[in-house]
Structure formats: structure tokens, C-alpha cells
């Protein structure tokens, strides 16, 4: 039915490939990547480089959106293999609480995120808008990769590591300690705990740009930013991109304890939450044990969790010798704490 409500979230699956199939077509052969499942980010071709771009807006978070909406975009333009060069947003602020004070500190933290980045806000669009309850501000990052170090989503194949950076849940551990801080304090959760939990949008951060360009610069097959629907619909995005099938092994994910505690309060599922901060790789096995000893010096954890298969493997999640069916979804459980 056409007319059903659609829920909270990114558009389902389905949905969203019909949509792509019938109005994303390509048409200026410039684009190198248009409008595809699982690829985040457009490809244009320019005389000498490529020109990526990403737009994404902020929906869930209000404290340091600013601040969310540069990274955000940012990360899938090093996903690329890209450096992010420049950056506009569209910040669209609530009737009730629209201040000048609210204006300038989402101002400054969009400024100061760029300068963390080495980014140039080059334009955007501010005001105040009817029918809002929180501020939304949606960014377009744009950046440059030479023709010869494009990564896509779509390049992974059998026989390639899985390897995921940092952990499971970073973001998704900041916003529910962040939205829910008076109701955690209540169920008896200190202040200083969920400081670090709120911290998680700096430490481990919410940004794999360093993550990104370091795999790149050793050799990948594949990149891929899993937001929304978390670390099981990425893996699912990956595979339906590269028309593979993906097995990994549930010991190997690394799940911070924050995360999980606060996942287990909510009922939520971490393997469907929110988890920009992560990075997921496809590499050539040769490649692996490379990309984890560059990353580790340059201070960021990983883990080989798991590997490429045909397509007709499917997506399975195993331990111990025992395997199933991964579940996945475009509607990611952070959602439930917002009904």
C-alpha cells in the first residue's frame, strides 16, 4: 500500500532500490558513480582527479550537531579513498528555542570540526523553520581522490579479510547517553559514566577518515561507513553492492562495554544500532595483517572479523562452529528510544 506510514529511519530496502532503479538514472557521462545501493558517495570525473560528493543530514542527535554533520559526511568521502576538501550545510532551526546563541555555537562547531579536518566551508543555507521540534542541519561535503585510488563499496570479492576499525556502536553509545542522560541518571547511572559514554562522539570518535585513508594507502578492495541499522546492515550493504555473500564471526567483533550496558538498558540489538565511528574493509588477505599493524601505530584498534564468500553463501554470522542467518535492517534500533 502506497499510502502505509513508512517508520522511523532510513526508507526500507525495497523501497529505496525501486526508487534508484526508477529515477537515479545516469546520464551525464561524467558521473562515474551516480545514485547506486551502498554507495554513499558520488564520482565525477574532473581533468585531473576525481571530484566525490556526500550529503547527509543530522537527525537523531541535537548536542554538537554541528559537530556530527561535518564528520558524518566526511567519513564517506575518505570511504572513497578521498581527502575531504570542502563543506556546505543547510541548518534548519525549531520555531520554539531558535536563539542566537543556538546559531552560533552550531556555527562554531561546524568550524571547528572543519578545521580538525583540514575543510573549508565554502556555503550553505540557515533558518528557521515551521513544524520542527530540534534543530536538523544536513551537510555536502566535497573532496578529491586521484583516478588511481578510488575506492568503491561495490569492489569486494571472494576471498577478501573483513576487517572493522575501533568497535560496534560508537555513535549510538553517544546519543543514548546524550538524549537519555536525566532518565539514566534516574535508573542510578553516574554522571561521570555517562560523560564518557557522551564522549564517545570524540573518544573513540565518530570519525574514520584516518581510519579510511590509512586502509587505502595499503590497499583495499572495499570501504563502507555503517550508520544507520549499524554494523548488520552495512555488512548487508557491502554484500548487495558486490554481489558477494559475507561470513563473520560473532568472537571477533569487538563490542565496546559502554555500548553494550547501554544497548542492554534499551533493549536494543548492537548489532542494528548506530554506529558511525566504525570503519568496515574488504582487503586482499595479503593486505590484512598490513593495514591492522598501520593502523594500531597510529593508535586505532581492529580486528579481522571475518571474510568475502560467493554470492551464494549469503550473509551469515557464526561462533564456535555454529552459524546463521545474519538479521539486518534499514531501521536502526537507536529509533526505539525516540518512541
Given at each position: 500500500m502506497k499510502d502505509k506510514p513508512l517508520p522511523l529511519g532510513k526508507l526500507p530496502y525495497a523501497l529505496l532500490g525501486d526508487m534508484l532503479d526508477r529515477f537515479g538514472a545516469r546520464t551525464d557521462p561524467r558521473v562515474v558513480m551516480g545514485p547506486r545501493f551502498g554507495e554513499d558517495a558520488a564520482v565525477i570525473e574532473m581533468p585531473d582527479c576525481y571530484l566525490v560528493t556526500k550529503t547527509d543530514p543530522v537527525t537523531f542527535a541535537t548536542e554538537d550537531i554541528g559537530w556530527y554533520a561535518v564528520n558524518v559526511n566526511a567519513n564517506d568521502i575518505a570511504t572513497r579513498g578521498a581527502s575531504p576538501k570542502w563543506f556546505m550545510a543547510t541548518v534548519l532551526l525549531p520555531e520554539s528555542g531558535a536563539t542566537e546563541s543556538l546559531v552560533e555555537s552550531i556555527f562554531s562547531q561546524i568550524r571547528r570540526a572543519c578545521d580538525d579536518l583540514n575543510v573549508t566551508v565554502v556555503g550553505g543555507h540557515t533558518e528557521v523553520t515551521h513544524g520542527l521540534d530540534r534543530p536538523i542541519v544536513s551537510g555536502c561535503m566535497l573532496g578529491e581522490v586521484a583516478k588511481d585510488g578510488l575506492v568503491t563499496t561495490s569492489g569486494a570479492k571472494p576471498g577478501d579479510a573483513v576487517i572493522l576499525t575501533k568497535g560496534i556502536v560508537i555513535e549510538g553509545t553517544a546519543i543514548i547517553a546524550r538524549e537519555k542522560k536525566a532518565e539514566l541518571c534516574r535508573l542510578g547511572y553516574g554522571e561521570d559514566y555517562l560523560k564518557i559514554c557522551a564522549d564517545f562522539l570524540y573518544t573513540p570518535g565518530i570519525s574514520v577518515v584516518k581510519d579510511a585513508l590509512i586502509a587505502a594507502d595499503v590497499g583495499v578492495s572495499a570501504m563502507h561507513d555503517p550508520t544507520e541499522g549499524g554494523l548488520a546492515a552495512g555488512l548487508y550493504e557491502i554484500a548487495e553492492a558486490s554481489g558477494v555473500g559475507i561470513h563473520v564471526d560473532r568472537r571477533n567483533i569487538p563490542l565496546l562495554m559502554e555500548a553494550e550496558i547501554l544497548?542492554?538498558?534499551?533493549?536494543?540489538?548492537?548489532?542494528?544500532?548506530?554506529?558511525?565511528?566504525?570503519?568496515?574493509?574488504?582487503?586482499?588477505p595479503e593486505n590484512a595483517d598490513s593495514i591492522g599493524e598501520r593502523l594500531n601505530t597510529a593508535g586505532i584498534r581492529s580486528a579481522v572479523i571475518g571474510e568475502v564468500r560467493d554470492r551464494d553463501y549469503?550473509?551469515?554470522?557464526?561462533?564456535?562452529?555454529?552459524?546463521?542467518e545474519l538479521a539486518f535492517s534499514s531501521r536502526d534500533e537507536i529509533t526505539r528510544i525516540f518512541e
Open positions: 544497548c542492554g538498558e534499551y533493549g536494543l540489538d548492537p548489532m542494528g544500532t548506530l554506529t558511525s565511528g566504525t570503519l568496515l574493509i574488504a582487503a586482499p549469503g550473509l551469515k554470522i557464526g561462533a564456535g562452529g555454529r552459524e546463521t
